[in-house]
């Protein structure tokens, strides 16, 4: 059958190592991984990539970085707290009526729901 598409352990094809999907050797991880086991990349530049077709995206790919060169994630101190919540609350903040939404407000209109909808049937 032959070698699978996407398998370039060296980089020559892709410039970087790739391998298929789900064929990563131990040791490499995606970011989302890493931020599971409670890891950060901590700067490292990528250290292979996982490749793979998808029939709506085309090819699709993963960066993978190495476990052992990455750092715990830094705790929420206090003041990171209170500017995550205060970029949050801007948000969902209306710029029209100056009310809450209650929802991250939709980048399509830049308002809240009825602030649009009001706008729309004044037009």
Do not use: H, K
């Not at 059958?1 to 298929?20: A, H, I, K, S, V």
């Not at 064929?23 to 250290?47: E, N, W, Y």
């Not at 190495?66 to 003041?79: E, H, I, L, N, S």
């Amino acid at each position: 059958m032959g070698r699978p598409r996407f398998w370039d352990p060296d980089g020559e094809r892709f410039g970087l190592p790739t391998y298929p999907w789900r064929m990563a050797p131990a040791g490499l991880a995606t970011r989302r991984q890493l931020r599971a086991a409670g890891l950060r990349p901590a700067g490292q530049d990528v250290a292979a990539q996982i490749l793979w077709q998808n029939r709506r995206r085309g090819v699709r790919a993963a960066y993978l970085y190495r476990v052992d060169r990455a750092r715990p994630v830094r705790p929420m101190t206090p003041a990171r707290a209170t500017a995550l919540a205060a970029a949050l609350r801007a948000r969902r903040t209306c710029p029209q009526c100056g009310q809450d939404a209650g929802y991250v407000l939709p980048t399509r209109y830049g308002t809240c729901l009825p602030c649009a909808d009001s706008a729309a049937a004044a037009a």
